[in-house]
Structures are given as C-alpha cells and as structure tokens.
C-alpha cells in the first residue's frame, strides 16, 4: 500500500485526483493508495485512519501504518512538526519529502559548499532592519526575501537607478528615492527574518521582475529530472524544454541539495536570470499540490504517478515484499 | 606536530612537506584522513616551515596540491595535528557527531548547540563534523554534514571522509547503518547502542551486587499482572520503556479496595479514583497503551526536601586512559508534591551536598560513596556487553531510609541543572567526549585536561 500524507485541507481533492489519474492511466497497477492527514495518525498504535483508493472508488477506512509515505503536505505548527518527527522514527518506516518547506539561508548556504552551485548563488549581506540605507549604500542591486519558506509575494528586488531604486514586489515596478527607501521597505519587515542579497541586474519586463520555478523529480536511478517549468509571475509555462546552461545548473544545484536532503524526491526551485543571462537561486521547496491540479498538464501528472509506482515497486522489491494489494 | 595548510597549485597529488621532514617522511607514499587514503608524491621545500615550538597556536605549516585537497575532501581552514608513521602521513584528528534521520534539519543554526562543545577544539584540533547517518555516500566513504569552522565560529556544509571516531547523538537511526559505522570506524563509534530501560534492568538483574538498587520491575503486559504487581507493592509507577524525563509515566496507588491513578501523560497530571478492581480493569481496557512498551515498577518512597522529591544525576564519562569517572553531579528538585523531578517541568537544580543536607540533615555523609559506588558498577558492567559506551547520565535515587536506588541510566543525557548551577563542570561535561574521542585517535597524547 501506498500512503499519501496530505494537508488536511488538501485531502479530498488530492484523493480524487490519484483516482481519477490511478482509474485512466495506471488501470493495470495493482496498487492501494490511501491518502491521510498528519491528524488521523495514530503512531503509538501505528494505524491511520484515511481514504483508500481501489478499484476505481474512496473507502474510508482505518488501517495500519502503510511503510512507505510520500509526503505531499507542509507542517506550519509546532505540535503538527513534533508528530511528523515522531512519525519519521517509526521503525520500518520510509518518509519520501519528510519535509516540503526549508529555511533558504540553509540551502544557500548548501549551494555555496560547492564550487560550481556557489556560481548561482547571489551574495547575502548581513544588515539591520532598521538601518537598511548604510548596507544598500554599499551595493547597486539587491533582493530582500523572507529567511524561511518560499514565498515569493513577499520578494522585493531594487534595481539602482541614478538617485534611487527601482522596487519590483508584488505592488509592481515602482520608484523610491534613496532616503526613502526605509520607509519604503519597513512595511516588509513586520514578521519574520529576512535575507539581503547583492544582485547584478536582473531580468524584469519593466513592470515586474521575472522569476522562474522548475518542478524535478528524482527516479530510482537516483538521477534528477526537470517535469515543469513556469514563470511564476506572469501565468503559464514555459517550454520545457530549458535551454542546456540553465538546466544543467539547476540539475547541479538540485543534486547538491539532495545530498543534504537525503530523502527528497519531488522539489522545486525559483530563479532569475541577470542580464547575462546567468541564473540566479531565489528559493528550494519540496512537493507542490498545484502538480495534481485538475487543470494540470496530465503529462505532468502521469509523470508523477509513474514515479511514485517505480518508487514503490522498489521499495517492496528491496524489502523482499509483495506490493501489490 | 600541529600544522596548517597551504594550497599550491599542482596537476598531482601532491604533498609539500618542510625540508626538516626529508629523513622521517621518505618511505611515505600515502596520505591519510579520516577514512580516506590518497596515493600521494612528496616535495621538500624550505617554504614550508615547522615552528621551534610547536603547538596549536604556533603550527607549522605543510603545502597540499589543489589536487590532494579536492581527493582528501579536507577543508584548509582549520589547524591539524600531523604524524608520520612508516608509509603513510596521517592529517587528522576527523570526529564526527553522529546526528539523526531529520538531515533537513541539520543548519548552522541548528548546530549552534554544539558550539560550546568546541571550547575546547584548540586542544583537539582537526576536522569536526556533524552528518546524519543518511547522508553517507558508501560508495566513496564520505558523508555530507556541517564541520566546525574555527576561522569564522560557525558551522558550514560540505562533503568529508568518515571519520576515524564517532560520537553518537541520535538513536533513532536504522541498526544497520550503525553496524555499517561501527565496522568502518573499527568500533571507534561510542554510545553505540541505547538499553531501554527494561532492558538495563534484564541486564542488571542476575548481577548480584547491583540487585540491591534495583527497584522491583516487570514488563507490563496486561490487567491481572498489574493487578497482581500491586498486592506485592501498593504504589506503583508505569513507565514507557523507550522514553525519558518522566515523560508517559502514571502512578497507581491502592488503599484497601481503592485505586488511585494519577496520569503524567498529559500536560496537567489527571487523578483518577477507582472503587473496585472491575472499574480499575475498565480504564486500563481503554487505556491499552499501558501494555505496549511500558514496565511496571515499585513506587520508592523517596526522600524529600521539604514537600519535594529529588532525584540524582550522575554523568559518568570514560577519561582518555578509557577508565570511567564521575565528571558530574547535579540533584534535580520537583515543583512541591510533583512525581517528577525535571528541570523542564518546573523543578530546580541543587548540588549533591545541598540536597543531602536539606534532606536528611545529618547522617548523610556515606551516601555520596555508596552512590559513586553504584555508578562505577553499572559503568564497569557496561563494558563487559556488547557495544562501545562512554557516557551516561544515571538517574539514582535516596529513598527515606537511605537507601540508594538504581532508576535509570541514558546514553544521551541532558545536563541543564549544571548550566545554571556550575557552569564550570556544564562545560567540563561538555568537552570530555571530544577529548576522549581524540584519545581514540593515532593522534592521541598522553595527558589532556580539559
């Protein structure tokens, strides 16, 4: 049985869609899915209680703790945090994407170990909330960008204009005049830790600053694969077919990460290019539900599902089980 | 000989060694740290330079090729201790902290816990490096982690070669694996393996001079044996096997027909009261837990210091010369009329002597010997079984007759009473498994203090 860890939010809708993709596209597997929420896990007991995918309909159904679990959700809380750390000591247990959501001075700070990722990596500058203005004197360029998570609304990038910036956020492209920058930026700084990063000058479209995200998945042959490239902020993709210099750096940076990360399997990466058409890492996340979107390219989809089917196939193979049923 | 590293760059694996080291080193042909051996050629040059007085903070300094540094996986920043021996030039001390499965988790930040552990790196030296036992690439014998950067105080990624000792800080990892880590490391993986509390007592009780501080215990497995448990002793304890800081623990008391339980699970203690035996099976039928996992042990009647219980901490390390000592003492007091005694549930810490005195007022004074006494047993008994220890905190305990007892023993304790009480011995805790780590090592020297 396959066990699919979901928000609960989420649970419902990621369930239909493994039945509907499990229904026309993998009718010959014969595989259990039960998808379930980080709340219906009972780990003393090792039970959960879920919704069981098989032959074409949802049980709900309590059952045992399946021994492999694709996590397809991300623990906000404190207590739900806890649980997934005790579910990931189970005995006999396998967590795929343990975690979905990373701190991103930790995975810069990965990137930077390695002499050919350091090369896509921007610079961070340490500097004070509230006196922003002596650190930007030093740089032309810059991001800002919450430590944690991946949040992308939240990214300011400036761009050095003559006596002043150009600010790219959410708001749009906007012009600030140096000393108003404090005033301009504090607004951000209301929660949490934030980043500095010294840019060179970056791709925009004169209204917003362009960022990429590439969806990977890892096979069982250990070897990283890019599913899907999108621009996140103008909708729609973009074809996936990258061209060779950004696809081999993201693939670099990817792997490096993986060997921190042992247990990832599905990720995402944000990027930016500079005008020399270099990339640039914004942020690294793990497994998205927007992936199994009902609207989602099914090749996508079917990509996905394949992987997670090799995955398991695997699995049992190397634990002398019979997976099927 | 203390030295530090200076690159150069070479098409080769090459090693620059100061021209003083010609005679010593001229049947060298290979290159060894941590767990990696690279083939290597040597150069003499009077570049390179040994210190009249040798030490870690006037080192020598030796030249590596680009090429040699990138096949040692070595990172050049920090100072290391060189020896020469026959064939083979050793750099090293490599120790390693053997972290859990979270290797998410495993940031600068999160590593900053360890910091204070490297007060101590200048009598060490080497590369120090922290890695979770999934992140080791078996093929090539090397693992990805954080090593300790002297330079900059901070903890940094990257990719090493096993290291030649271990130190083990998780035990949630797959048996395997530690196997794995125990025969490449030639068993210089210490705190190899975790007893659960049952476990220990199994251990201890065909150990005729320990059994006298052995609490009455039996593996919990159903209603009529707790039952019956409770006839011989009217105040029991259920404890998890796996957990502890009292954490899962619930006290069961009988007074005639009636029980009373009072449930640790929870954040607030819950009191129930049962009037017969049949409402008593009642609860633990809902309460099942009660017999996966747990023991079922006599309650002592501990001494108090006023309305409070306290329990003894002992941290017993192995010294460099692989005796065991006690590096640490600390009585841990509950918040007044609480079974537990943490420090983390609103206890306090006191010194052995203080809490003797407040306790017992006079005709103390055997108590810390016979107390040292046990802990020497269960250290020396502990050798003698399989696996590789040299550290527990044992939990001890004085009951009302002076009595010491045996409660429990942790390969991975917590020592946050001395952080307040004595930061000198919190520290002094802090650093002896580095230096017996080093004591380990072929860099070992013959008398460190920390």
Redesign the interface.
């Known amino acids: 049985m396959i066990g699919i860890l979901c928000s609960p939010k989420k649970e419902k809708i990621i369930t239909q869609s493994l039945l509907n993709l499990f229904k026309t596209s993998f009718k010959e597997e014969c595989f259990s899915i039960i998808t379930f929420s980080l709340t219906n896990i009972n780990i ?1 007991e090792k039970s959960i209680y879920g919704n069981l995918i098989s032959d074409d309909v949802i049980t709900p159904l309590k059952t045992e703790l399946p021994s492999l679990v694709f996590n397809f959700a991300v623990q906000w809380t404190r207590d739900d945090i806890r649980k997934l ?1 005790s579910l ?2 189970v005995e006999n247990l396998t967590l795929i994407n ?2 979905n959501m ?2 991103q ?2 995975i810069m ?2 990137l ?2 390695n002499i050919l990722t350091r090369q896509n990596v921007l610079l961070s500058i340490s500097f004070k909330k509230e006196n922003v203005i002596s650190n930007l004197s030093q740089i032309d360029n810059f991001i800002f960008k919450p430590e944690n998570g991946a949040n992308l609304s939240k990214l300011i990038y400036g761009k050095r204009v003559d006596s002043g910036y150009h600010l790219y956020d959410a708001e749009k492209e906007r012009y600030c005049k140096l000393l108003d920058i404090q005033t301009e930026i504090n607004p951000a700084f209301r929660t949490g830790k934030w980043n500095l990063l010294k840019a060179p000058e970056l791709l925009t479209d004169g209204k917003e600053l362009i960022i990429f995200r590439s969806h990977l998945q890892r096979n069982i042959k250990k070897t990283w694969e890019i599913i899907l490239n999108i621009k996140v902020t103008q909708s729609g993709t973009v074809s996936n077919k990258l061209d060779e210099k950004t696809e081999t750096s993201l693939l670099r940076m990817v792997t490096h990460i993986n ?5 990832l399997v599905f990720c995402h990466t944000d990027y930016v290019y500079s005008s020399n058409e270099t990339i640039f890492f914004l942020n690294f996340g793990g497994w998205q539900n927007v992936l199994l979107n009902q609207n989602q390219d099914s090749s996508v989809k079917i990509s996905l599902c394949s992987n997670i089917i090799d995955y398991t196939k695997d699995y049992f193979a190397n634990e002398g089980l019979n997976y099927v049923g | 000989m203390w030295a530090k590293i200076e690159l150069k760059k070479s098409e080769s694996e090459v090693l620059y060694l100061p021209s003083s080291l010609a005679v010593d080193s001229e049947k060298v042909t290979t290159i060894i740290f941590g767990k990696k051996t690279v083939n290597i050629e040597i150069e003499y040059s009077d570049e390179f330079v040994l210190e009249n007085v040798n030490s870690f903070e006037t080192p020598g300094i030796i030249g590596l090729s680009e090429k040699l540094k990138d096949a040692l996986l070595i990172p050049t920043e920090l100072i290391y201790r060189v020896k020469i021996s026959d064939c083979s030039i050793f750099i090293g001390p490599v120790i390693g902290f053997l972290l859990g499965i979270h290797a998410h988790r495993y940031n600068p930040r999160h590593m900053e816990k360890y910091s204070d552990r490297l007060g101590i790196y200048n009598k060490v030296g080497g590369l120090i490096y922290a890695f979770s036992p999934k992140s080791i690439n078996w093929d090539n014998n090397t693992a990805y982690g954080l090593f300790y950067n002297i330079v900059t105080s901070a903890w940094e990624y990257g990719c090493f070669p096993i290291p030649d000792v271990i130190y083990r800080r998780d035990f949630h990892s797959e048996p395997e694996l530690i196997e794995k880590l125990v025969t490449v490391t030639e068993s210089k993986l210490f705190n190899s393996r975790r007893l659960s509390k049952f476990e220990l007592y199994d251990l201890f009780s065909t150990h005729k001079e320990f059994l006298k501080y052995l609490p009455a215990t039996e593996l919990s497995f159903d209603f009529n044996q707790i039952k019956k448990f409770m006839d011989s002793h009217p105040k029991s304890i259920l404890k998890p096997i796996d957990l502890s800081r009292g954490r899962g623990i619930c006290v069961i008391e009988k007074t005639g027909a009636v029980y009373k339980i009072t449930d640790y699970r929870y954040k607030y203690p819950i009191r129930s009261f049962f009037h017969d035996s049949s409402s008593l099976e009642n609860y633990f039928s809902i309460n099942q837990g009660f017999f996966n996992k747990y023991l079922i042990q006599q309650y002592l009647q501990l001494a108090k210091i006023g309305s409070s219980l306290f329990d003894i901490r002992v941290v017993m390390q192995k010294h460099e010369n692989k005796t065991w000592g006690c590096t640490g003492i600390e009585c841990r007091v509950s918040n007044s009329n609480f079974h537990l005694t943490n420090i983390s549930r609103g206890g306090y810490a006191l010194t052995l002597k203080e809490a003797l005195q407040q306790s017992f007022k006079k005709d103390y004074e055997t108590l810390p010997k016979q107390i040292d006494e046990l802990c020497q047993m269960f250290c020396s008994h502990m050798d003698t079984i399989d696996g590789h220890f040299a550290e527990f905190g044992i939990d001890v305990a004085v009951d009302i007759n002076k009595r010491v007892w045996f409660i429990e023993a942790n390969v991975f304790p917590s020592f946050k009473g001395f952080k307040i009480i004595d930061a000198k011995t919190y520290l002094s805790i802090r650093y002896r498994p580095l230096i017996y780590a080093l004591s380990l090592t072929r860099f070992k020297e013959n008398e460190l203090k920390p």
């Open positions: 003393l750390r990931m000591e343990s975690a990373y701190n001075s930790a700070n990965m930077l170990s060997c921190f990360i042992p247990d």
